[in-house]
């Protein structure tokens, strides 16, 4: 079964810093994988997804995550934070071999940048 | 949130009422998803729907019902049987090709609140 972890309800980060926000997942295919934002009573934003290729893929706002197969992980990543990055994060997985169409979200993180 | 559109934004339902959700895109997209959100949850799909005239319950489907009758269009109605339906809800629309990365795309969302 498809299944995807975000371990930390919140992730607190000084303005300026690196932060990462921790995903980790499980499927029996090769995944693809996702990253959303959330700001208050919006929708979801995409960020980000890996699909093939190249491990560490680019997205908006200047984000990144980094794919590992051996650790089963998608942490997303940026290099310094801005306190406009607060926000709920959404990590998604999918399986392309199962058949559907259908995501698999975590339970999100929400990221405090401190000014 | 570009290309999807909820509303109403905030609903307010008297219990033993059912209500209707709207959601519309002028993505040109044949699939559409509907979730729920609840605090320390993440996303749960309730119903998706790959193509007009047909679609699929997913993990939480008691108590919503969907039609699918245009492209463009993928209302959720809110049952009085559904126990518990204070919740944000969100829309979503992908390409759905086979052979494509399928990003899905999310409206702003509704917030339903039971009285």
């Known amino acids: 079964a498809q299944s995807v972890a975000q371990p930390e309800d919140q992730v607190n980060v000084a303005e300026g810093n690196p932060l990462t926000v921790k995903c980790t997942y499980s499927?029996?295919?090769?995944?693809?994988l996702f990253w959303y934002v959330q700001y208050p009573n919006r929708g979801l934003q995409f960020l980000l997804k890996y699909i093939t290729g190249d491990n560490l893929v680019k997205g908006s706002y200047g984000f990144e995550a980094e794919f590992n197969k051996s650790q089963t992980s998608f942490h997303l990543k940026k290099p310094s934070a801005l306190v406009s990055d607060s926000a709920l994060y959404f990590c998604a997985v999918r399986d392309p071999t199962s058949g559907t169409y259908k995501y698999i979200f975590g339970t999100g993180t929400r990221l405090k940048v401190l000014a | 949130d570009g290309g999807i559109t909820q509303s109403p934004k905030y609903l307010f339902r008297k219990e033993g009422q059912n209500v209707t959700l709207s959601c519309e895109q002028n993505l040109n997209h044949d699939a559409m998803y509907w979730y729920r959100q609840d605090p320390g949850q993440g996303l749960r799909l309730i119903y998706y729907?790959?193509?007009?005239?047909?679609?699929q319950k997913g993990d939480i489907a008691e108590g919503y019902s969907v039609s699918r009758e245009k492209k463009e269009s993928f209302p959720l109605t809110v049952t009085s049987a559904q126990k518990n339906p204070t919740a944000f809800y969100l829309c979503?629309?992908?390409?759905?090709?086979?052979?494509?990365?399928?990003?899905?795309?999310f409206g702003p969302g509704t917030r339903l609140t039971v009285l």
């Open positions: 499927v029996s295919g090769n995944p693809y």
């Open positions: 979503a629309s992908s390409i759905n090709r086979r052979a494509s990365t399928d990003t899905q795309y």
């Open positions: 729907s790959q193509i007009v005239n047909d679609f």
